[in-house]
């Protein structure tokens, strides 16, 4: 095989891990489009992927994985630190050798009769401060063509890496896809990721959840930055000025949608616009003007299907119009095209669903579309992808947000009172579970930063980790942090907030407040806005006078019994607890008495 680096780390790891796995050939992804295109044809001649109508979706594929392959899993996933302590109470751990004995005794051999492919990443632009490299070794044209969606692919990536053995190593066998031997472990200490028996994305595309924010968040903790669960969205005042969030949300909180949100008409008209940096993930760093600045550290979107629809994200949608692979979506025979739960009202009738199976839209009593299916779409793909998404030094961060599906107790929108109430604002996040997920719903999740799958390491270090950093910059140039609550329900269970893109007249109180321009009321769990300042034009019939009233109130009954589920979840860390949290904890304590 044709060497593409001189790199002895990356030469040898390869050798180590093709013996190991034995592929019939080896293939070095240069990341080029007669390269790629290639593997796509490969894929279709296969049955691996299947290629849809070009008129109406060109460039776009569909995949389908295995039955037990549809999603992260999370029970299965490892950090591999040398002692359980590191890897703290809410991940599950293997002792690295024992983790790298089972992983290697199930991927040894799994190559032979296929191709391995070596896929060199950069996360982030190539070359850019914030960046850093991966390489995945993997026996799926499916990971090679999604990678080169979702990262940025190919031999600039070690060219730019030279010599350094700063790179994250990632092996991915999709071996029987047995579900009883699926693992993906992660360990820190060497940067490596081994990933088996799936095929499914969060579990195989290694630069993303794997190296991105497990991987990364131990990396930032080590070297002074930050891999956050985070999308980053630019807002563009009248005036042309921008302002950067990021904000942090559970899963099925609508994150990609409010990253590409669209202003309210009274905004647009008044000049407004809304600009998206990234969906999913930030790496924040502190930049030499002492601000924290941003990256999105991906090159594309790896959304959920079911909900995007013309309404609900019309920029996502579009994003998915061209050089897109869809999985586990509904083929439309007709048309050669994809259709899923909500795109709209028309199902089609002569189809295939998720599973290979023939579907009819207008007679299925089972949903055609998983309900994790996915795109996988080219950022640039967005119509309001920013201008500064390549930027090599970020964007500077306003404010953090974070935000929880509470039914009845956080109001819209409160401000942190300083940083280090902040980050316990962050570690406090919870969301009640919704009818989507298996289980009771309204069942209280503390998902501490949206982190909780994602964190390398120990909880407890992480949050003395935001501190640390918030202590690291001025404080007149911390960014301020946020709590908002889109889901707030009357006694009828009816939302009483609009949501999506009436969430801007949210953050645009939130970026006032950072300017210093928006007065706030002193509330026992922090700065509210006055109701007055909540900018309601256009909705005032969905939301009255009243309703505002309501979704801004802070009822002290229900943040007593908050503050003991808060002190019960802080209790499985010990004594690890950073005292600037537990202070946090006794001041609402006693201001809600
Ligand atoms: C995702 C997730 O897919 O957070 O982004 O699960
Ligand atoms: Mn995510």
Redesign the pocket.
Known sequence: MTERTKNPTVLAWLKEMTDLVQPDAVVWIDGSETQLEALRKEACASGELHKLNEDLLPGCYLHRTALNDVA?VEHRTFICTPTKEMAGPTNNWMAPEEGYALLKGIAKGSYKGRTAYIIPYSMGPVGSPFSKVGVELTDSIYVVLNMAIMARVGQAVFDTLGDSDDWVRGLHCRCGIEEEKRYICHFPQDNTIISVNSGYG?NVLLGKKCFALRIASYQGWKEQWMAE?MLILGIEKPNGEVKYICAAFP?ACGKTNLAMLIPPESYRKKGYKVWCVGD?ISWIRKGADGRLYAINPENGF?GVAPGTNAKSNFNALESTRKGTIFTNVVLDKTGNTVWWESLDKNPPTDAIDWKGNPWNGAEATAPGAHPNSRFTAPAQNCPCISPEFENPQGVPISAFVFGGRRAKLAPLVYQAKSWNHGVFVGSSMASETTAAAAGAVGVVRRDPMAMIPFCGYDMADYWQHWIDMGASVDADKAPKVFHVNWFRKDDEGSFMWPGFGDNLRVLDWIIDRCEGKAEAVETPIGYLPKAEDIDLEGIEDEVSADTLATILDVDPALWRTEAAGIAEFYAKFGDKVPVELQECLATLKANVG
């Open positions: 992260r969060g669960h899963s999913d790896f």
